[in-house]
């Protein structure tokens, strides 16, 4: 019972105080960290999603004109209209007539075309999954900075009362154990990256 005490002694409590409120505070602005790159990732996961959208629509679009041109040169019997088609071609169609004539429009073209939008998508998925995971960083140091701030609580409210009081120990322990889960809580945090 002299142990339990001594845990109202002003010097615990006073000492109780100080260290919950530094690492109350110290959890709040890793938060705050996390929260403000989630964010960051958040808008640049849209923005990759979007330019990976248009980069897949702006493809189809030559893939289309690909296909018209290649009519064109298949069809005509003009020198000149053939070689105008033939010069239309895009790069990725030219280097997949190189590689295959018999079947231009195969799997390695499709690729070679939708691959700066499959890249920009690749970069999103990648700028969401960071996000999630300073999310789930934000998460956990919000329930450190719970957990400190009722430690803080019950060091505060035992430093109010008088020193013969029986509550006043047990509010000190109880400060004591907050801290400690706060703490183990704060050390089992997700790492990002």
């Not at 231009?104 to 691959?115: E, G, R, T, V």
């Not at 920009?120 to 960083?137: C, H, R, V």
Request: charged content about 20%; aromatic content about 16%.
């Amino acid at each position: 019972m002299k142990f339990l005490r001594s845990l109202g002694n002003e010097i615990v409590l006073g000492s109780l105080i100080a260290i919950l409120s530094v690492f109350t505070a110290y959890a709040s602005w890793q938060g705050s960290i996390a929260d403000s790159k989630q964010n960051e990732h958040e808008i640049l996961g849209m923005q990759y999603l979007n330019d990976g959208n248009a980069e897949y629509l702006s493809a189809n679009q030559f893939i289309v004109y690909d296909y018209s041109m290649f009519d064109g040169w298949y069809i005509t019997e003009d020198e000149e209209k053939a070689a105008y088609y033939e010069e239309s071609y895009s790069e990725e169609l030219v280097a997949s007539i190189e590689a295959n004539p018999n079947d231009p429009f195969n799997d390695a073209y499709y690729d070679a075309m939708y691959a700066p939008a499959y890249e920009l998508w690749d970069e999103s998925d990648a700028n969401f999954e960071l996000a999630g995971q300073y999310d789930n960083l934000g998460d956990a140091l919000q329930l450190v900075m719970l957990f400190m701030a009722l430690g803080l609580a019950f060091a505060a409210w035992a430093s109010l009362l008088k020193e013969e009081s029986n509550l006043r120990p047990l509010f000190a322990l109880a400060s004591i154990i907050a801290f400690v889960i706060g703490l183990l809580q704060y050390l089992a945090a997700p790492v990002v990256g």
